[in-house]
């Protein structure tokens, strides 16, 4: 399977403990992306990676969020102290800059529960 | 909010017949993508439409884009009951930015 990959796809925490969650994107693509998708509503921008480097980062990004890429392929998206408003499904994607198009293709989402 | 406005939110149809979604965003675009998403899983690409360009086919999906009035639709022709899903559109603000904003989704149901 070439596609994007996340782990875990289902996370259940308990409020105050920090978990990590893990995205493998498209081996080609330089280009990785983090969204926050809450039920009933579109995904929300979280933050991008270009290669190593974090472009982009959103306000909904608060000081318990952190987002590495080290060596510019997979990522990590750690959240510390979760609440229970951190509870959503965690989407990451992938895209070539430079390619035909701008098309982000995304992972099958990690759903987090924090009770 | 920067997010856009997708109408209907929710359709209902019998399998056969056409289904048609409008999006309306905010912003000047780069390009416009429409996305689908079956219950509690990632989400496909569909198509991507360049702010250039006004209307775009792929399969049973007709896109159109009017910049003028900051709109999309999304028709699907001779819908089945395998396209019952979420639909989303997402946009691509002008410069160099890699943000996607979303609209908040229509959601369809094919009955056989």
Known sequence: DTGVSQDPRHKITKRGQNVTFRCDPISEHNRLYWYRQTLGQGPEFLTYFQNEAQLEKSRLLSDRFSAERPKGSFSTLEIQRTEQGDSAMYLCASSYLGGFTDTQYFGPGTRLTVL | ?112
């Open chain 2, 1 to 112: 909010s920067q997010q856009g406005e997708e109408d209907p939110q929710a359709l209902s149809i019998q399998e056969g017949e056409n289904a048609t979604m409008n999006c309306s965003y905010k912003t000047s675009i780069n390009n416009l993508q429409w996305y689908r998403q079956n219950s509690g899983r990632g989400l496909v690409h569909l198509i991507l439409i360049r702010s250039n360009e006004r209307e775009k086919h792929s399969g049973r999906l007709r896109v159109t884009l009017d910049t003028s009035k900051k709109s999309s639709s999304l028709l699907i022709t001779a819908s089945r009951a395998a396209d019952t899903a979420s639909y989303f559109c997402a946009w691509l603000g002008s410069g160099n930015t890699g943000k996607l904003i979303f609209g908040q989704g229509t959601t369809l149901q094919v009955k056989p």
